[in-house]
């Protein structure tokens, strides 16, 4: 990295890290988000004439007090299942629309990419601001919208890694972290609502921000991608433009070890191997626990506190707090950069996917039994547990998967199947509206036999790390028998 460049370079991930932990990710804070919805009454008139508001039920001045239909969770179980359905079409967009806008990245470099995310990040915000409960069914194009801005603002970001080179895998899950960590923002404008600033000032002060989007889009990133390995003398911004072009996107490719084949093989033969399906089976079962559990948190919390306002909102904020996945999340790729410095003559002799083997497959199997152990306390004090459970696990998870896909297979089919894989648990994450309208329906708010599904459900994903397991035993001893 040249001595002159660091103050940029610095620049642009300092700024970069606090976009996505600003704006990337929001909607995972969709329970503090859906707290002050219904307090607003937005789908109330789904709940019926009998869940009308109680004034004094929590001794709270204002309108908190008057959350009628978080006392009476049956009566709402419409409202409930409304916005359980916009979180279910939000975070399906937030999957799925990896492939189409990983492509856009590819293809038309990041400026445009930026340009694009920024109208869709703005433009929800401003309907979500000038959102009321009579036409709350804006949400529905809103929240997809901010949703698809965001990951564009992760996609933009995660080249930032190419700039630090050793520290790559470690800046990468950093800013993995802040993704996760965004939700905290939704947190932070429930305690402003609370504080008597209005829902519509949050959103149109977040609208705002985008001017300052626009302003690093010129000045703190290039115009097309950044190259890695970073060539000597690499530069962009604004004042680089020219030499930014000039300068960008030389091809890398991987060398392969002693003993390996040097036959290309298709996307398609990657994309249908058993090792790219075990481990789609794994990221989506895995994923869908996750959303399953924070769609229907607000609702899930309601019944354990008996629809007491109070304590919902006291353990709503305890959720959104622990989601600071920043601090988490480093970790995962301080120990992949070590692990690539220490195991490097054995990557040079037997292959890059020897630096996966020695912690990958353990890291693949953690993640289950963190599952397991989220699913297994529907009593309401032990969910500070299972909120530390959840977050850890979401913290890892996306970099494991990162990981596994950048070791696993060749790197100019990276992108394909990053997006690939994620489109494809996109699809499977629409299974939670029809799981949780099966628990507020005939289950009758149990979620028991729901949770025994999901346990064996999640056993089936210890068939990933077991295949992993006897693959990198294979790999070690004959490093040609793994295509």
């Keep these: 990295m040249a001595g002159q460049g660091l103050p940029l370079h610095v620049a642009t991930l300092l700024t970069g890290l606090l976009e996505c932990l600003g704006f990337a990710g929001v909607l995972f804070g969709w ?18 004439q009998d869940a009308g508001p109680i004034g004094n039920a929590t001794g709270q001045a204002g309108r908190l007090g008057c959350m009628g239909d978080l006392f009476s969770p049956p009566d709402c179980k419409a409202q409930d299942e409304r916005f359980s359905l916009i979180f279910t079409l939000a975070s399906f967009m937030n999957n799925f629309m990896t492939f189409p806008t990983g492509y856009i990245f590819d293809r038309f470099k990041t400026t445009v990419a930026r340009l694009i995310a920024i109208f869709f990040y703005t433009t929800a915000t401003l309907i979500i601001a000038f959102t009321s409960a009579g036409s709350a069914v804006l949400l529905f194009l809103a929240m997809p919208m901010l949703t698809i801005g965001g990951i564009l603002f992760l996609i933009t970001n995660l080249q930032i890694g190419n700039l630090f080179g050793q520290h790559r895998s470690t800046i990468i899950t950093l800013y993995n972290g802040a993704f996760d960590s965004s939700s905290a923002v939704f947190l932070i404008i429930k305690l402003l609502y609370e504080k008597g600033i209005s829902l519509r000032a949050s959103f149109i002060f977040l609208s705002v921000c985008s001017t300052w989007h626009v302003a690093r889009t010129f000045l703190l990133m290039p115009r097309g991608h950044i190259p890695y390995p970073l060539p000597p003398n690499y530069s962009y911004g604004y004042c680089c433009i020219t030499n930014d072009l000039k300068t960008q996107q030389p091809k890398t490719f991987k060398t392969p070890g002693k003993g390996q084949k040097q036959e290309p093989h298709s996307f398609w033969s990657y994309a249908l191997s058993r090792r790219f399906a075990w481990h789609l089976v794994w990221l989506s079962v895995i994923q869908l626990w996750h959303y399953l559990f924070i769609g229907t948190l607000n609702s ?6 008996g629809g007491d306002v109070a304590r919902v909102s006291t353990y709503t904020n305890a959720f959104a707090f622990t989601q600071f996945g920043v ?3 480093p970790w995962n790729g301080l120990l992949m950069d070590r692990l690539k410095r220490k195991y490097q003559k054995e990557a040079r002799k037997t292959g890059e996917m020897w630096l996966f083997c020695p912690t ?27 909120f530390i459970l959840q977050v850890i696990s979401r913290s890892f998870l996306y970099g494991s998967n990162a990981a596994f896909l950048t070791i696993a297979f060749p790197s100019e089919h990276f992108g394909k199947l990053f997006g690939l894989v994620m489109a494809l648990s996109a699809v499977v994450s629409l299974l939670q509206f029809p799981i949780f309208t099966l628990i507020k329906g005939p289950l009758q708010n149990d979620p028991f036999y729901v949770n025994v ?16 397991y006897r693959e990198c035993r294979t790999w070690k001893e004959t490093p040609s028998a793994i295509a």
């Design 31 to 48: 329970p503090s988000l859906v707290f002050v919805f219904k307090n607003e009454d937005y789908f109330k008139e789904l709940c019926g």
């Design 300 to 305: 899930l919390l309601t019944n354990m506190a």
């Design 327 to 329: 601090l988490c999340a």
């Design 360 to 386: 990958g497959w353990p890291r693949l199997a953690r993640h289950p039994w963190l599952c397991l152990g989220f699913a297994l306390f529907p009593v309401l004090p032990l969910q500070y547990l299972t």
């Design 453 to 468: 599904m999901f346990m064996l459900a999640i056993l089936l994903t210890f068939i990933h790390p077991f295949l992993v």
